[in-house]
């Protein structure tokens, strides 16, 4: 099976300049599903510290690189919504971020808000014994007691040392979300109404902002804190299309052959 995939033909989330050149890395089996984003492209594409995959996999192996608190040494590790991405010896922190296009972005945080991240709630079921499992949009699965009002939809903050759930947002009407996907992927308000579709159809969502709002599916919608909504936040995000020439590589040479890319 390849190892590469077509510009053209990447997920709209992507970060990638889709004419550029013919091929790009694809993403490795991995958290986010299909519109994770891999690393590559992040260290290369979006924040120009690489030049190529040798570099990546040099950098890498330094162990400077985490997300979710985790060293990261697969260069083609999916990189997906709410990530956090900590640059350990630049001192960088990022939240992964729609922009209002749909591609995701690296939204600048400090060390602290670097220490937990946000998971909606995508499934919730009974296990052996008395546990709940919890299972968050990116894959990843808690325990929870029995008795805790934590709902398909709602939103948790989990620490990314320990696992533990530090926060809550209830998913309801005057809950402030956030569209991840669709035409208002990126836009933040808070929901207005949310109209039960009868049957196996999407239910609806209308999302209230101070100039209107929009209306999208409840699937698109992600409740999220008002540290999500930082204009300071919002205009530093990493532009994938900016020139990071002038920024640090890994050591090594740059190198053109595909195979490297």
């Known amino acids: 099976m390849s190892n590469h995939q077509k510009r053209l033909s990447v997920p709209e989330a992507w970060p990638v300049e889709r004419k550029t050149e013919t091929f790009t890395v694809k993403a490795d089996a ?4 299909e519109s994770g984003v891999p690393l590559l492209i992040v260290l290369r ?9 040798k570099e990546a996999r040099h950098a890498l192996n330094e162990d400077n690189v985490r997300i979710n608190g985790k060293a990261i040494s697969d260069e083609e ?8 991405l900590v640059f350990t010896e630049r001192e960088e922190y990022y939240r992964v971020f729609p922009d209002e296009g749909g591609r995701l972005t690296l ?16 499934n919730k079921r009974d296990v052996s014994g008395t546990d709940v499992q919890l299972t968050l949009h990116d894959g990843q699965t808690l325990l929870v007691e029995p008795d805790t009002a934590y709902d398909v939809a ?5 620490g990314n040392e320990d696992g533990e759930i530090v926060a809550h947002f209830e998913y309801g009407e005057g809950a402030l979300v956030t569209a991840i996907d669709g035409a208002h992927a990126g836009e933040i308000g808070t929901v207005e109404d949310i109209q039960v579709t009868p049957g196996s159809s999407a239910n609806n969502v209308l999302v209230d902002q101070e100039n209107g709002g929009f209306e999208t599916i409840e699937e698109y919608v992600v409740v999220i804190d008002e540290n999500f909504t930082s204009d300071d936040e919002a205009e530093n995000g990493a532009d994938p299309t900016e020139d990071h020439t002038d920024e640090p590589a890994a050591e090594g040479g740059a190198e053109n052959q595909e195979g490297e890319r």
């Open 30 to 33: 991995g958290p986010h599903g």
């Open 77 to 84: 590790r999916p990189v997906g919504i709410f990530d956090i």
């Open 154 to 158: 709602d939103s948790i903050v989990v």
């Open 107 to 122: 939204t600048p945080i400090d060390e602290d808000a670097a220490q937990s991240k946000l998971g909606k709630i995508v």
């Open 45 to 53: 594409d979006v924040l120009g510290y690489v030049d190529n995959r």
